[in-house]
């Protein structure tokens, strides 16, 4: 039975996130997803909007998802992880930031030589990402605001 870890922050979760999860899950058939914890999403990214808690009841509600975990702080290697997971296979997102060849001495030079590392196809659909959700809402918002000043409100 071939184990798959992915992860990620999983904030505002939307179609891109399933599918990469769906897309995860097609490489074996156990799934686990580590949601990045709320330090961790503070240093790399942003403040995140909904706690690691809920984030992580709501991808464990996923369809694929076979076990969902919250991910170490900031000061642990994610190579800390991988004991407690025991993944076959790694499936990064086509659109994380992680540096494949990077990942892969960090997992050699720890003993998980034998975890293969799989990036997994994205979405076609154009809001397959947070960033991509939140500034077509933003456009909009805009848009209504000025048709608004437009229709004689001022």
Do not use: C
């Not at 909009?140 to 004689?152: C, F, I, P, V």
Request: hydrophobic content about 40%; overall charge negative.
């Amino acid at each position: 039975m071939a184990r798959i870890m992915a992860v990620g922050v999983f904030d505002l979760l939307h179609a891109g996130h399933l599918h990469y999860l769906e897309e995860a899950k097609k490489l074996g058939e156990h799934l686990t997803v580590v949601v990045a914890h709320d330090d961790t999403v503070r240093m790399r990214k942003h403040e995140p909007v909904t706690s690691h808690d809920l984030r992580k009841r709501m991808v464990a509600g996923l369809k694929p998802v076979d076990h969902a975990i919250i991910g170490n702080p900031p000061s642990l290697p994610m190579y800390e992880i991988l004991p407690l997971v025991e993944p076959d296979i790694i499936a990064l997102g086509y659109d994380q930031e992680h540096a494949e060849a990077a990942i892969r001495v960090g997992l050699d030079e720890r003993g998980f030589e034998h975890i293969k590392l799989v990036r997994v196809g994205g979405l076609s659909e154009d809001l397959d990402g947070t960033r991509k959700i939140i500034d077509k809402i933003l456009t909009l918002q805009w848009a209504q605001k000025r048709m608004g000043n437009l229709g004689g409100e001022q």
